[in-house]
């Protein structure tokens, strides 16, 4: 791996591996692996605080689980351990490990290491990407695809909230409907969901509860797991089935954007637990605590493929 050393150099700033605006999540390269790690690497001595104590990571070196470049590197637990030995076996780290962390040190970390007009580079990057937010904004704008303004929102919010029966047609019983209800409502809107899409579902949820004759659920409820009508068919006039309820792009989108309690106890167990099963005598609040931060970044991922999927149907 001489040659790599030798070679001349780029700098590459480290929010560019943060950039969701511009580079969406997906599966790494080896090329692109490493890069991460370099770029995660501390570039001074300092402590850092683990589960049962501190540990103390000199220049050149990070400190990470298998899981959590699994999950970041949309790979499998197995594949990593597999490349960071290619890494260690061509001389570009070097590691101490266990079977759930490894103290990684990047050999030559030097050579790789930031400029000393690095922020100048940093400060031109961040300067590019506030460039390219201002034009997507303008370019949204020109489209017509402006904000809602407040008056027209209100108005918006208050017609989807009147919708909602105050009490149950079925039970009798109080749907609980508060002012807490318009601040979600109005943050669906403002998410993306359109007040026709909204309240077409509130109506045909209360329609088919009085078809079934089945209690409604409390409207906070109802908000924070909003049926998906989507797939689902029902019968014309004439009793036959019509093709299931076409979505627009903007709507389709938010689905991938926003998904309901269902999918993500489905994606839960079928795509995460398995591989972060609870240790033996692990309380429900210890295993939580132990794997939120790969939960958060794995459930992120996975949304993000959904919202790139829809986009990509477009």
């Not at 990070?62 to 890494?87: C, I, Y």
């Not at 061509?90 to 101490?96: D, M, Q, S, Y």
């Not at 627009?248 to 309901?260: L, M």
Request: overall charge positive; proline content about 4%; hydrophobic content about 30%.
């Amino acid at each position: 791996m001489g040659s790599l050393r030798m070679s001349s150099f780029i700098s590459v700033p480290r929010a560019i591996f943060e950039d969701e605006s511009l580079f969406c999540h997906e599966k790494f390269s080896r090329r692109e692996a490493f890069l991460d790690l370099v770029q995660k690497a501390s570039y001074e001595r300092k402590t850092i605080p683990i589960r049962g104590g501190n540990i103390t990571i000199e220049r050149g070196q990070l400190f990470v689980t298998v899981r959590r470049l699994a999950t970041r590197w949309g790979w499998s637990v197995g594949k990593v351990q597999d490349v960071l030995r290619e890494f260690e076996a061509v001389k570009l780290i070097e590691r101490k490990s266990d079977s759930v962390s490894n103290t990684i040190s990047i050999v030559d970390y030097d050579v790789y290491s930031k400029p000393s007009n690095a922020n100048e580079y940093e400060n031109r990057y961040e300067n590019q990407h506030e460039n390219r937010h201002n034009t997507n904004k303008e370019k949204k704008e020109k489209e017509g695809n402006k904000e809602i303004d407040s008056s027209a929102l209100k108005d918006a919010v208050e017609r989807i909230y009147g919708l909602y029966p105050t009490k149950c047609p079925i039970s009798g019983r109080a749907t609980g409907k508060s002012s807490k209800d318009k601040q979600r409502i109005e943050s669906l809107l403002k998410k993306g969901l359109t007040e026709e899409m909204l309240s077409e579902t509130i109506k045909r949820y209360i329609e088919e509860s009085k078809t079934s004759v089945s209690y409604i659920k409390n409207f906070s409820t109802f908000l924070n797991n909003i049926p998906d009508y989507s797939q689902q068919k029902t019968k014309d006039a004439s009793g036959d089935d019509p093709a299931p309820a076409k979505l627009t792009k903007e709507e389709d989108i938010w689905r991938a954007a926003n998904p309901t309690k269902e999918e993500i106890k489905k994606w839960f167990e079928e795509n995460f637990y398995p591989f972060h099963l609870k240790n033996e005598g692990e309380t429900d609040e210890e295993y939580w605590a132990r794997i939120r931060p790969d939960y958060d970044a794995a459930k992120k991922r996975w949304i993000d493929n959904r919202v790139l999927y829809r986009k990509q149907k477009y």
